[in-house]
C-alpha cells in the first residue's frame, strides 16, 4: 500500500499539469533543448495562424483571432513567470519558464490545427472565403 502510495506521488511530481517543473530536473537533455524547440514551435504556431487568418471570411473574424492569439500569448507567458516562481535558481527558472511556454504552444498548436480538416482547410464553423 505505501509502494502505491509513493509511486502515485511520483506521478503527481513528474506529471504535473504542465510538466514544467520535474521534467527540466528529471530529464537534463530536454533543457538543452528547450529553447530551440520553442522557437520551432513559436515559429510552426505563426505558420498555422497565418493560414487560419488567411482562411477567414470577414475582417471582423480576423480581429477576433487576432485579438484571442495576443490575449492567448499574454496568458501563456504569465502562467511561464508563475511556474518559474517555484525554483530560486535562475538558471532553474528559465528552464522552468522555457518548457512551460513550450508545452503551452505544442498544445496551443493542436488547438488550431484542430480548426482544419485533412485538407487544409477549416472545419466549416465559421462562413469561409472561397478558394479561388
Known amino acids: 500500500m505505501k509502494g502505491d502510495a509513493a509511486f502515485f506521488c511520483f506521478l503527481l511530481i513528474t506529471c504535473g499539469s504542465s510538466g514544467f517543473a520535474q521534467e527540466s530536473v528529471a530529464r537534463p537533455s530536454t533543457r538543452h533543448h528547450a529553447k530551440h524547440d520553442l522557437e520551432r514551435a513559436d515559429a510552426r504556431l505563426n505558420e498555422i495562424y497565418k493560414h487560419l487568418r488567411s482562411r477567414m ?76
Open 57 to 132: 471570411y470577414t475582417e471582423g473574424q480576423r480581429d477576433h483571432l487576432r485579438s484571442t492569439e495576443r490575449a492567448w500569448l499574454k496568458f501563456r507567458d504569465a502562467s511561464a513567470e508563475f511556474e518559474a516562481t517555484f525554483y530560486s535558481d535562475d538558471s532553474q527558472k528559465t528552464e522552468a519558464r522555457t518548457i512551460s511556454m513550450l508545452t503551452m504552444t505544442e498544445r496551443r498548436i493542436v488547438e488550431l490545427q484542430y480548426l482544419f480538416n485533412t485538407k487544409g482547410e477549416l472545419i466549416p464553423l465559421l462562413p469561409l472565403r472561397p478558394n479561388p
